[in-house]
């Protein structure tokens, strides 16, 4: 079976996939990663774990945030994904309904604006500035709706494929 993303041709950077050059992937670490992993395995290794995600990660990410943020960061206010598509699409399952209202950065990452249609969630674009979102635009929206959330993210607004809310 071909998959698409992955059938790039050699002399092409294909900019919109969203993944890493496979010449850049680490396989030999990987590799030794998970030889290492499996030679002191468990029964519960290769099950699927918590919903959270391992709460030995979680502790030791917490750590490391608590470290770089100077404040203190709770495991359990964790949750580990595997990326943006999955956070949010873990964020409509347990913030909002189909046909919700959802605040979202205008333009916004295109993912977030596919997930949000099959959720079939209601779009209010925000505008976002060099300061963040445009919070005049941001009280309007709240004096006459009642959002079940608002997708921001620094991040998100500096990187990735971004497209207008329709």
Wanted: net charge negative; hydrophobic share 40%.
């Amino acid at each position: 079976m071909q998959i698409s993303q992955l059938n790039i041709p050699d002399d092409m950077i294909d900019l919109g996939a969203g993944q890493p050059d496979p010449n850049l992937l680490p396989m030999a670490i990987m590799r030794q990663a998970s030889q290492h992993r499996l030679r002191r395995a468990r029964k519960a290794t290769l099950q699927y774990g918590t919903e959270q995600g391992s709460a030995y990660f979680r502790a030791a990410l917490a750590r490391y945030l608590s470290d770089g943020y100077r404040s203190e960061v709770d495991p359990d206010h964790l949750m580990i994904t595997a990326g943006a598509t999955h956070g949010l699409d873990l964020a409509c399952t347990y913030f909002a309904s189909p046909g919700d209202i959802i605040l979202v950065e205008e333009p916004s990452y295109f993912l977030a604006l596919r997930i949000f249609r099959d959720r079939h969630l209601n779009m209010v674009p925000i505008s976002i500035d060099s300061e963040g979102p445009v919070i005049d635009e941001v009280e309007a929206a709240l004096e006459s709706v009642q959002p079940a959330f608002f997708l921001y993210h620094s991040d998100l607004s500096q990187s990735g494929r971004r497209h207008h809310v329709p």
